[in-house]
């Protein structure tokens, strides 16, 4: 688009509603001015357009007093940042009322790309305007909300067998074995895009409202601490979901339970089967079937859990 004042511009001034409507339409593609929205772009001189060439005119090193003649250098400052297509994207914004054309009232509230056409306000008498986006679709961010707090000490696998020969089956814990940090770290690099991927899904289902899901999966923890080894992480998510036109803002909060159980001191089941159940069936050489349990190993197995929250925040865009 290209400004041309018939008259000068000014608040003092009487100003042509043309002129008027040139100066919303670039000053708000440029993301200085916004319309009242119940009006939209017009060709009535509030002080919100004077006031928004005024910040145009500052912050081009311009004498900012809001006021404007035809082909002087803020006119050709508007004119060389017009003919740019901005960057990034919009979201188109109608009146919302029956005189809206019909191509625009489907754009409304949809988020767009600069370099899409046609741009709101470019047709004859169109009152439509670009609200900046402000960083929506941005994805979504996951962090942990729960206390972190665990043992100094880090039990070795030394540690964890002698628990299973003396600790008489009696449940330990992540921050008891001082390995909870460690384990959600590990956790953040193997999984949490899996939970994250989970949320963004059923929010694109449910549109708006409530919506919630659970999820059971083995994950590998042995390069962390070789006495975990493959452990079942369990969780549910609860969050609510908004959405603005084609864009989802979300709000969850996720719970992780680690679910593991200790049975092999020396890795024997694991090393022969890939299974590490204590009650295996063990197809022995000699032909007959031996039921390999934990009193093999003269110990008591024992179950290793841990927990932790997380919240999950974002925008997405829609499918819809």
């Known amino acids: 688009m290209k400004i041309e004042l018939s008259r000068p511009f000014a608040a003092n001034g009487k100003v042509d509603e043309f002129d008027i409507k040139q100066m919303k339409k670039a000053l708000n593609r440029l993301g200085y001015?916004?319309?009242?929205?119940?009006?939209?772009?017009?060709?009535?001189?509030d002080t919100g357009v004077f006031d928004a060439l005024k910040a145009f005119q500052k912050d081009r090193g311009l004498t900012a007093n809001g006021s404007a003649k035809p082909d002087d250098e803020t006119i050709r400052a508007l004119n060389k940042e017009t003919s740019k297509t901005p960057e990034g994207q919009y979201i188109?914004?109608?009146v919302e009322d029956d005189k809206v054309r019909k191509g625009h009232a489907e754009f409304n509230r949809t988020i767009r790309d600069w370099s899409d056409n046609p741009d709101p306000g470019e047709e004859f008498n169109c009152r439509c305007w670009?609200?900046?986006?402000?960083?929506?679709?941005?994805?979504?961010k996951q962090e942990v909300i729960s206390p972190l707090e665990q043992s100094s000490y880090k039990w070795t696998d030394e540690d964890f067998k002698k628990h299973f020969w003396r600790g008489k089956g009696r449940e330990v814990t992540l921050p008891e074995v001082g390995w909870l940090v460690d384990i959600i770290w590990h956790a953040k690099?193997?999984?949490?895009?899996?939970?994250?991927?989970?949320?963004?899904?059923?929010?694109?289902?449910?549109?708006?409202?409530?919506?919630?899901?659970?999820?059971?999966?083995?994950?590998d923890f042995e390069e962390i601490v070789f006495?975990?080894?493959?452990?079942?992480?369990?969780?549910?998510?609860?969050?609510?979901?908004?959405?603005?036109?084609?864009?989802?803002r979300i709000d969850a909060i996720v719970y992780y339970l680690l679910d593991d159980e200790f049975t092999d001191p020396w890795n024997i089941r694991q090393t022969a089967?890939?299974?590490?159940?204590?009650?295996?069936l063990w197809d022995n050489p000699i032909g007959d079937v031996t039921l390999v349990t934990t009193d093999l190993f003269l110990?008591?197995?024992?179950?290793?859990?841990g927990t932790w929250t997380t919240?999950?925040?974002?925008?997405?865009?829609s499918t819809d």
């Open 33 to 45: 001015y916004q319309p009242y929205e119940k009006v939209g772009i017009t060709g009535i001189a």
């Open 92 to 94: 188109w914004r109608t």
């Open 130 to 140: 670009a609200e900046p986006v402000k960083g929506e679709a941005e994805g979504l």
């Open 189 to 219: 690099q193997i999984m949490f895009h899996k939970v994250e991927k989970q949320i963004e899904n059923k929010a694109r289902e449910v549109q708006s409202g409530k919506f919630s899901d659970t999820w059971e999966r083995s994950y």
């Open 227 to 248: 006495s975990i080894g493959n452990a079942v992480i369990k969780g549910r998510f609860n969050g609510t979901v908004k959405k603005d036109g084609n864009i989802l």
């Open 273 to 280: 089967f890939g299974n590490s159940d204590p009650d295996i």
């Open 299 to 305: 110990g008591t197995r024992y179950p290793i859990t």
């Open 311 to 317: 919240k999950i925040t974002g925008s997405i865009k």
